[in-house]
């Protein structure tokens, strides 16, 4: 176990949906990331928040928003879903700004129908 | 970061034997070469990683290897065993990133 959680572990929505993924990092650890994993695919980084802060930005689609909160729990938004986002999502965390040690939470998992 | 390639894609060895993955970058700012090894529906866990001013660390059966002129960093497994069989990225990371690019990852099956 890593210390980070993520939720739901599981998602099913249809096409057109909005959907809101939840990570919670390890006590401590001031950065979440947010990654995309298709399948049989490598991980795609998406964003990086830091202290409440959007520190780093990759390949997130315009569709897709995140936030940070002050309690450092973060969110992933995930709007007018098509059936290619089916995914998993990790969200990762480490102390401070640099994306060394990061350490991943479990995953969700979702699927577009 | 920016270009980052792994080879192989998939390695196939014999439980016991030795498997080598290497990971290349463009960016000869990277100053950190870390591997995770990412379990069938589990989530990638770092295993072992190096830093620009070490060229060799080594953590029981499995260690990286640098060659920061030539730009490329090395995962060596020894003894495999049969839990070796995973995927395994790597990630380098440099000052001033913007990004994070991961290998799209070797596949490595351990056979009987």
């Known amino acids: 176990d890593s210390g980070v959680t993520q939720t739901p572990k599981h998602l099913i929505t249809a096409t057109g949906q909005r959907v809101t993924l939840r990570c919670s990092p390890r006590s401590g650890d001031l950065s979440v990331y947010w990654y995309q994993q298709s399948l049989d695919q490598g991980l795609q980084f998406l964003i990086q928040y830091y202290n409440g802060e959007e520190r780093a930005k990759g390949n997130i689609l315009e569709r897709f928003s995140a936030q940070q909160f002050p309690d450092l729990h973060s969110e992933l938004n995930l709007s007018s879903l098509e059936l290619g986002d089916s995914a998993l999502y990790f969200c990762?965390?480490?102390?401070?700004?640099?994306?060394?040690?990061?350490?991943f939470g479990p995953g969700t998992r979702l699927t577009v129908l | 970061g920016e270009n980052v390639e792994q080879h192989p894609s998939t390695l196939s060895v014999q439980e016991g034997d030795s498997a080598v993955i290497k990971c290349t970058y463009s960016d000869s700012a990277s100053n950190y070469f870390p591997w995770y090894k990412q379990e069938l529906g589990k989530r990638p866990q770092l295993i072992i990683d190096i830093r620009s001013n070490v060229g060799e660390k080594k953590d029981q059966r499995i260690a990286v290897t640098l060659n920061k002129t030539a730009k490329h960093f090395s995962l060596h497994i020894t003894e495999t065993q049969p839990e070796d069989s995973a995927v395994y990225f790597c990630a380098p990371l440099g000052l001033g990133w913007d990004k994070i690019i991961f290998g799209k990852g070797t596949r490595l099956h351990i056979l009987p």
């Open positions: 990762a965390s480490s102390v401070g700004t640099s994306a060394d040690t990061q350490y």
